[in-house]
């Protein structure tokens, strides 16, 4: 569905994303993991087009989308969920999902009860300002506006950031269920260890290149993860 080759993001002269090469087929669940400044995030914004790739190419399912604009890419279903959730605090919830329903107004009721469905405690808070919900709330909300846009390939960065454990593993539960109804997922995580238990493969960045890639079950046990990433 997705893949890139030799795909490089610079920040003036600094070069954040090196020569990354990486395939994710239709309906798999795929990891990126790293340290804090490795370049996870850079990454994500490339995909989805809110950097632009100086060298390489993005191509979704055979369409080189490296000059298309954002909307352009969410209109062919590549959707990004930033970690810093970017919701807009002074607005309800209903209107924070409307924000994400722009592209796509015909599917707006139907996805919306999938939403609420997905989040019964937003259905509860519908009218509720986000900025007065808490974090795992905001989360719920900001994983939800993604779905608004009928994602092909949804793309999460770092769902777990100042979240309870608990609250953290049900909303990965919930991204794995999405991924189970049929929408590629790509997770970006600095908690290792709850990525590799959801995901089933993942590629290890380190300084905007990629490291090493395999199976989760392959990673899990490679001596330089577990060093680096799993403090074993």
């Given at each position: 569905?997705?893949?890139?080759?030799?795909?490089?993001?610079?920040?003036?002269?600094?070069?954040?994303?090196?020569?990354?090469?990486?395939?994710?087929?239709?309906?798999?669940?795929?990891?990126?993991?790293?340290?804090?400044?490795?370049?996870?995030?850079?990454?994500?914004?490339?995909?989805?087009?809110?950097?632009?790739?100086?060298?390489?190419?993005?191509?979704?399912?055979?369409?080189?989308?490296?000059?298309?604009?954002?909307?352009?890419?969410?209109?062919?279903?590549?959707?990004?969920?930033?970690?810093?959730?970017?919701?807009?605090?002074?607005?309800?919830?209903?209107?924070?999902?409307?924000?994400?329903?722009?592209?796509?107004?015909?599917?707006?009721?139907?996805?919306?009860?999938?939403?609420?469905?997905?989040?019964?405690?937003?259905?509860?808070?519908?009218?509720?300002?986000?900025?007065?919900?808490?974090?795992?709330?905001?989360?719920?909300?900001?994983?939800?506006?993604?779905?608004?846009?009928?994602p092909r390939l949804g793309m999460f960065d770092e769902p777990?950031?100042?979240?309870?454990?608990?609250?953290?593993?049900q909303l990965m539960e919930v991204i794995r269920s999405l991924?189970?109804?049929?929408?590629?997922?790509?997770?970006?995580?600095?908690?290792?260890?709850?990525?590799?238990?959801?995901?089933?493969?993942?590629?290890?960045?380190?300084?905007?290149?990629?490291?090493?890639?395999g199976s989760a079950e392959e990673l899990k046990g490679n001596?330089?993860?577990?060093?680096?990433?799993?403090?074993?």
């Amino acid at each position: 569905m997705l893949t890139l080759t030799n795909v490089s993001t610079y920040y003036g002269n600094f070069e954040a994303v090196r020569d990354v090469g990486l395939t994710i087929g239709r309906g798999e669940m795929v990891g990126i993991i790293g340290a804090n400044g490795a370049g996870k995030t850079t990454l994500m914004r490339t995909i989805c087009g809110l950097e632009r790739n100086r060298g390489g190419n993005i191509l979704l399912d055979g369409e080189n989308i490296s000059t298309l604009s954002p909307r352009a890419r969410v209109m062919r279903g590549v959707v990004y969920c930033p970690e810093d959730r970017k919701l807009f605090l002074g607005m309800t919830v209903v209107e924070n999902l409307e924000m994400g329903a722009h592209v796509r107004p015909k599917e707006f009721k139907r996805n919306l009860e999938r939403v609420l469905d997905t989040f019964p405690i937003l259905a509860e808070k519908r009218n509720t300002t986000a900025g007065s919900l808490s974090g795992g709330q905001q989360q719920m909300l900001a994983i939800g506006r993604s779905l608004m846009a009928s994602p092909r390939l949804g793309m999460f960065d770092e769902p777990s950031t100042g979240l309870a454990p608990l609250v953290a593993e049900q909303l990965m539960e919930v991204i794995r269920s999405l991924n189970s109804e049929g929408m590629t997922v790509l997770l970006v995580e600095q908690n290792v260890h709850l990525a590799l238990d959801f995901v089933s493969r993942a590629y290890a960045l380190e300084n905007g290149r990629i490291v090493l890639e395999g199976s989760a079950e392959e990673l899990k046990g490679n001596d330089d993860v577990r060093r680096s990433y799993l403090g074993a």
